[in-house]
Antibody
Framework: EVQLVESGGGLVQPGRSLRLSCAASGFTFDDYAMHWVRQAPGKGLEWVSGISWNSGSTGYADSVKGRFTISRDNAKNSLYLQMNSLRAEDTALYYC????????????WGQGTLVTVSS | EIVMTQSPATLSVSPGERATLSCRASQSVSSNLAWYQQKPGQAPRLLIYGASTRATGVPARFSGSGSGTEFTLTISSLQSEDFAVYYCHQYNNWPYSFGQGTKLEIK
């Protein structure tokens, strides 16, 4: 059974940093691209960042480019999101999502970790 | 960046009736379009990928169509468990993008 478990969320002041983690199990982690998707309270989904299976390719939404860095450790079956210079508008539930083998849609999602940016 | 626009924002339909949800892309995404269902307090669930292929375990009453810039999700006979928010998602190019969602509510 595929499982994605996010952690690392919490309350943080504007301008500070936070690192999210996603622990994956139930599939061969290093075969798949992985992504972060966020959802602000009461709002829709926003793709944040993605990384290829071997970390050779990464992508970011314009809203986080230059502030967030995605990475992965295939030996630990883990995905990360380093978030710097956080803003109030980064407040959201952050989901880890698994890319599908035959395309780049998201076939499995975690339950999310909540990040609140506030003074 | 490709902008995805869903319509309507809210759709009120009676159980047993047909629901048609639309999604438009600001430029062609070929068939690289997925649909997700999200219920309150839950993570999104994949319904459709490749514009028209049902994901594993998705009931046959869900169908997707379209290519290029115009896409449709049809639910042929609404069941109580289908009332939720639906999002389209283009994965043709980074940065990926989602539509703003259509809330399907009971009439």
């Amino acid at each position: 059974e595929v499982q994605l478990v996010e952690s690392g969320g919490g309350l943080v002041q504007p301008g500070r940093s936070l690192r999210l983690s996603c622990a994956a199990s139930g599939f061969t982690f290093d075969d798949y691209a992985m992504h972060w998707v966020r959802q602000a309270p009461g709002k829709g989904l926003e793709w944040v960042s993605g990384i290829s299976w071997n970390s050779g390719s990464t992508g970011y939404a314009d809203s986080v480019k230059g502030r967030f860095t995605i990475s992965r450790d295939n030996a630990k079956n883990s995905l990360y999101l380093q978030m710097n210079s956080l803003r109030a508008e980064d407040t959201a539930l952050y989901y880890c999502a698994k890319g599908a083998m035959d395309g780049y849609y998201f076939d499995y999602w975690g339950q999310g970790t909540l990040v609140t940016v506030s003074s | 960046e490709i902008v995805m626009t869903q319509s309507p924002a809210t759709l009120s339909v009676s159980p047993g009736e047909r629901a048609t949800l639309s999604c438009r892309a600001s430029q062609s995404v070929s068939s690289n379009l997925a649909w997700y269902q999200q219920k309150p307090g839950q993570a999104p669930r994949l319904l459709i990928y490749g514009a028209s292929t049902r994901a594993t375990g998705v009931p046959a009453r869900f169908s997707g169509s379209g290519s290029g810039t115009e896409f449709t999700l049809t639910i042929s006979s609404l069941q109580s468990e289908d009332f939720a928010v639906y999002y389209c998602h283009q994965y043709n190019n980074w940065p990926y993008s989602f539509g703003q969602g259509t809330k399907l509510e009971i009439k």
